[in-house]
T-cell receptor
Framework: GDSVTQMEGPVTLSEEAFLTINCTYTATGYPSLFWYVQYPGEGLQLLLKATKADDKGSNKGFEATYRKETTSFHLEKGSVQVSDSAVYFCALRFSGNTPLVFGKGTRLSVIA | NAGVTQTPKFQVLKTGQSMTLQCAQDMNHNSMYWYRQDPGMGLRLIYY???????DKGEVPNGYNVSRLNKREFSLRLESAAPSQTSVYFCASRGDRAGAYEQYFGPGTRLTVT
């Protein structure tokens, strides 16, 4: 079945460091891809999305590019801040009413 | 707009007790979902409802029942709670118009079963 694999955390970085969180997927066809973020004590919020190959999603300094050839959607940020500390989830979904399929999440801690 | 609301925020149950988790959305969305979140497991889908009057099982439906009471409300019931159901439960909803990709999540219900 369809699945999403994320790098395991936790990831601890110093402020202003470069961030990469790897995400690969297994799916038949071409799903839409998402990154969600969960801040402590809150629900999930959509961070960015890409709906077709080579699309780049971006938001709040984060970017991810839909790579069909490597079935990947890695999340990057050039300079992280303490306020970016959260759990990040990669997810995929096909069209119609199909639910999101989530990865297991990666916890990021940014220290000053 | 309140978005997706969930009640209660916290609950402690004894093994064998029953309870219903409530979820409501005010965005006129057709699709609604219940997930559970456990450490190291990410979010796993329990049940979902593509429209009022329909429900479908997700990845981990055993021990749960759901009711899509109307378009706004989607409740999750534990008939006989077990310690394995200790988790954080999230409700979500999504619209159906073209390009409506985002699922909106509620703040969660933290449930402990002793």
């Amino acid at each position: 079945g369809d699945s999403v694999t994320q790098m395991e955390g936790p990831v601890t970085l110093s402020e202003e460091a470069f961030l990469t969180i790897n995400c690969t997927y297994t799916a038949t066809g071409y799903p839409s891809l998402f990154w969600y973020v969960q801040y402590p004590g809150e629900g999930l919020q959509l961070l960015l999305k890409a709906t077709k190959a080579d699309d780049k999603g971006s938001n709040k300094g984060f970017e991810a590019t839909y790579r069909k050839e490597t079935t990947s959607f890695h999340l990057e940020k050039g300079s992280v801040q303490v306020s970016d500390s959260a759990v990040y989830f990669c997810a995929l979904r096909f069209s119609g009413n199909t639910p999101l399929v989530f990865g297991k999440g990666t916890r990021l801690s940014v220290i000053a | 707009n309140a978005g997706v609301t969930q009640t209660p925020k916290f609950q402690v149950l004894k093994t064998g007790q029953s309870m219903t988790l409530q979820c409501a959305q005010d965005m006129n969305h057709n699709s609604m979902y219940w997930y559970r979140q456990d450490p190291g497991m990410g979010l796993r889908l329990i049940y979902y409802s593509a429209s009022e009057g329909t429900t479908d099982k997700g990845e981990v439906p055993n021990g749960y029942n759901v009711s899509r009471l109307n378009k706004r409300e989607f409740s999750l019931r534990l008939e006989s709670a077990a310690p394995s159901q200790t988790s954080v439960y999230f409700c979500a909803s999504r619209g159906d118009r073209a390009g409506a990709y985002e699922q909106y999540f509620g703040p969660g219900t933290r449930l402990t079963v002793t």
